[in-house]
């Protein structure tokens, strides 16, 4: 393979692995509500993907290069999730399922959680549903937290798109169920 066309071949690999880390991240952040960041990374992707498209478009002679746009496309999808859940921008809803509900509501507000606790029947007994506000990166140590408090609880986590804190005009990122369960909160 002449020099030219693996610089090419890797020029189109980087340009395409930027294009479409990008365009995953756009994603996650058009489903989260940040039109502006979205808009942003989609500008500076559409212009890398013209450029990537057009060189390999130009020299269609060289079936290499299609690889190339291929091993970018598949590198770029994984690149763009590790770095997504790396940032972990937003917030989330943990809902835990659990019978030691008193003493896990306790030991998660000790250790600085915000907990609303919903009694709850099922069919072999009571049970606690509690609910816990964090920051989307925090959601691994939430679950070290309780799995050290009640290792048989059962976990849900959700993430929250919009919410209005009752009583204010600020939005705030959390949901209505969860500005509702605040509410109680302050009671």
């Not at 790396?86 to 003493?103: E, I, P």
């Not at 009694?119 to 509690?130: F, K, S």
């Amino acid at each position: 393979m002449p020099t030219s066309v693996a610089f090419n071949f890797l020029l189109i690999v980087l340009a395409r692995i930027t294009d479409v880390t990008l365009d995953t991240i756009r994603t996650a952040s058009i489903i989260q509500g940040r039109r502006a960041f979205a808009a942003l990374l989609g500008f500076v992707e559409s212009i890398v993907y013209i450029c990537v498209v057009a060189k390999v478009l130009l020299n269609i002679s060289h079936p290499v290069y299609a690889l190339a746009y291929g091993v970018g496309f598949a590198s770029g999808t994984y690149l763009g999730i590790v770095i997504e859940q790396h940032l972990a921008f937003g917030d989330q809803v943990a809902s835990l399922f659990t019978r030691k509900g008193l003493a896990l509501q306790e030991a998660l507000t000790d250790a600085g959680y915000r907990v609303a606790e919903v009694d709850a029947h099922v069919h072999d007994g009571d049970l606690a549903i509690l609910f816990v506000e964090i920051p989307r990166k925090l959601a691994n140590i939430l679950l070290r937290d309780v799995t050290i408090s009640d290792p048989n609880c059962f976990c849900l986590i959700n993430d929250v798109r919009f919410a209005k804190r009752l009583g204010t005009s600020t939005q705030t990122g959390m949901s209505s169920l969860h500005a509702a369960t605040l509410a109680r909160l302050k009671r």
